[in-house]
C-alpha cells in the first residue's frame, strides 16, 4: 500500500471527513514539528466541528463540539497510553468520525510522535522504527496482528487502543499470544454525543471494571442496581443551533460498583428477554462466533407475535457453503437458546468501528429463513410472524 507523507499543517488543512484523510495511507512525523502542536491544531481547525453518528441504533446524526473540547479530548485519550512510552501510532480508525479524528490525528499531535495511518487490514505493517508502538484498532485488527505476530515480536511493547464494538474473541488470543511483558490493551468506552466516558486496561485474563474519564461524573443516585449508564461531562456535544445537555444517557445497562467504577451489563438495544430468559445479543454473538465456521454473523432483536420479544441469527456464508453444513444444533446448545429464526445474507452491514448498522424495524424485510429446530432442512421461503 502506497504511503503518503504529510507534514502536520498539510494533514490538518483537510477536513476530518476527507478522502485523502480517511480512505488513502499516509503518515506524519509530529516529532518533526518544531512549533507547539496545541497551537498549530487550534489555529487550523475550524471553530466548531461535525461529528456524525454510526447508524447503529438509527439514522445517522450530526452532532457538534467546540476545538477547544475536541483538543483537550486528544489530551484524556493520549494519557491513557503515555505511561508505556508510545514512540509512534499506528491507526486503523478512519477519520470521518469522532473516535478516528482524535486517535488518528490528534492524539499522536499529543504524544509528539510520528502516526501511520492504514485504511486497509491488508498488506504489511507499517516499518514505523520504532519500539514502542501504540495501535488504534477496530475489531478486525487483533486478527490482522495475529497474522503479523514477527512485527509484534520485533517491538518492545505495543499497546492496542480499542473503541467500538464488543472486543472479538481474537483480542484474548493476541494478549496470550504476545504475552503480558509485551502487549496490552487499553478501552475506551465512548459515542459520537457524549465523547469517552469510561475505560479500562488489561493484559490478561478477564477485563476489570470500566472507570470513568476524570472529567465524567454519574448522574443521580449511585446505586448497585442495574440501570442506563447517565453521565455528565464538559465534553458533551450539541447538535447545530442548539446547546450542550446537561446530561447524557447512553444506550448501555450497568451496574455501579464505586464512586467512579461500573460493570458493564449491556446495551439497551441489545438486550432481549426470550421466554423470561435476558439475553445479551453481543455475548451471544460471541459465543456462536466460537462454533460456526461462517464469513460472519449477527444476533438481531425481533418482534414474536406470540412470546413479544425474540431474536434472529443472520448467517453470511463462506463461499461454496451451506446453512444445512453449519453445527447449528451444537451452536444453539452452547447459546442456551435458539434463534427464532436463521437467514443467510449476503453481508451484514457494519460501521467501520464494528457495530452493527441500524437494521430494518420488520423481520419481513430479512431473507427467508430456515426454522432452526430444523437445522438441515433446505434454504426455503417461509412466511414470517
Partial sequence: MENQELTPATLLSHDFAAPELAERAWSVRWEEHGADPGALVLDSLPPEIDFHTSGSTGPSQTWRRTREKVWHEAGLLAELVEQEQPEAVVSFVPTVHLYGALTSVLVPARLGVPAWYRSSFFGAMPDTGRRRVVVVATPWIFTLLLQHMPWVRELDHVTVLYGGAMLPDTAGQFLKAAGPDKAMIVEVMGSTEAGGIATRRWREGEPPAWSLFRDVTFVGPVTSEEAPLTVTSPRLAYRPGGQPPALWEADDHVRVIGDRTFLLTGRRSRLVKVNGRRINLDQAEQTLRGVLDCADLAVVPVTDRMIGEHMDLLVVLKPGTELAGLDLSTAFARLGVRPRRVHAV????????????????????????????????????????
Fill in 346 to 385: 449476503p453481508r451484514i452491514e457494519r460501521s467501520e468501528l464494528g457495530k452493527l448498522r441500524h437494521l430494518p424495524a420488520s423481520p419481513n424485510d430479512l431473507p427467508s429463513p430456515i426454522d432452526p429446530a430444523s437445522p438441515s432442512t433446505p434454504h426455503h421461503p417461509s412466511t414470517q410472524r
